[in-house]
T-cell receptor, first 115, second 117 residues
Framework: AQKITQTQPGMFVQEKEAVTLDCTYDTSDPSYGLFWYKQPSSGEMIFLIYQGSYDQQNATEGRYSLNFQKARKSANLVISASQLGDSAMYFCAMREGSGGFKTIFGAGTRLFVKA | SAVISQKPSRDICQRGTSLTIQCQVDSQVTMMFWYRQQPGQSLTLIAT?????????ESGFVIDKFPISRPNLTFSTLTVSNMSPEDSSIYLC??????????????FGPGTRLTVL
């Protein structure tokens, strides 16, 4: 069964510093995709970054990068140069290639950026 | 990415009533989904909205409680029926192209924040 674990309920970071949000996953499917979403207080879910299980390099999108360690089954999100607008909930998600289009979400991590 | 709108953005309803949430996409998409996010919780998939046929519901969700329509490739509705305070949640519509199960990205609408009194 798919499983996504986010062990940090809340994280604090100083503005302009980098922060890492942890995510581990469990799957026996060799083909899978990993996703990170941001949810501000408004409630919308904003797609941030994607990493495929066969990708050789870590994904990057602007200030977001994904530290993909396949052997450890971890897919940590790194946010560089944190901004006040980064304060939000962050969800890690996974979809198995054999599981159709069903996406499983982790419990989320709430990030607080301090001025 | 697709532009997705939802109506209403929020509502306060009385128990026992029903609310229909609309999801409109600016381009044709193969896959449309409805999620529920209870307060302080993560997202839970309610069902996959299938164009021209009955929706596919996840365990714990039934058609009588959450009827779904999808008349075309750009529009879907979710009805929350006979509401109780436990139905107070954010309801999110999401879409994707449907080309590859492991690489396709799901994009979400802005959500509908429902409070049931």
């Amino acid at each position: 069964a798919q499983k996504i674990t986010q062990t940090q309920p809340g994280m604090f970071v100083q503005e302009k510093e980098a922060v890492t949000l942890d995510c581990t996953y469990d799957t026996s499917d060799p083909s899978y995709g990993l996703f990170w979403y941001k949810q501000p207080s408004s409630g919308e879910m904003i797609f941030l970054i994607y990493q495929g299980s066969y990708d050789q390099q870590n994904a990057t999108e602007g200030r977001y990068s994904l530290n993909f360690q396949k052997a450890r089954k971890s897919a940590n999100l790194v946010i560089s140069a944190s901004q006040l607008g980064d304060s939000a909930m962050y969800f890690c998600a996974m979809r198995e290639g054999s599981g159709g289009f069903k996406t499983i979400f982790g419990a989320g991590t709430r990030l607080f950026v301090k001025a | 990415s697709a532009v997705i709108s939802q109506k209403p953005s929020r509502d306060i309803c009385q128990r026992g009533t029903s609310l229909t949430i609309q999801c409109q996409v600016d381009s044709q998409v193969t896959m449309m989904f409805w999620y529920r996010q209870q307060p302080g919780q993560s997202l839970t998939l309610i069902a996959t909205a299938n164009q021209g046929s009955e929706a596919t519901y996840e365990s714990g969700f039934v058609i009588d409680k959450f009827p779904i329509s999808r008349p075309n490739l750009t529009f879907s509705t979710l009805t929350v029926s006979n509401m109780s305070p436990e139905d107070s949640s954010i309801y999110l519509c999401s879409v994707e192209r449907g080309h590859d199960t492991s690489t396709d990205t799901q994009y979400f609408g802005p959500g509908t924040r429902l409070t049931v009194l």
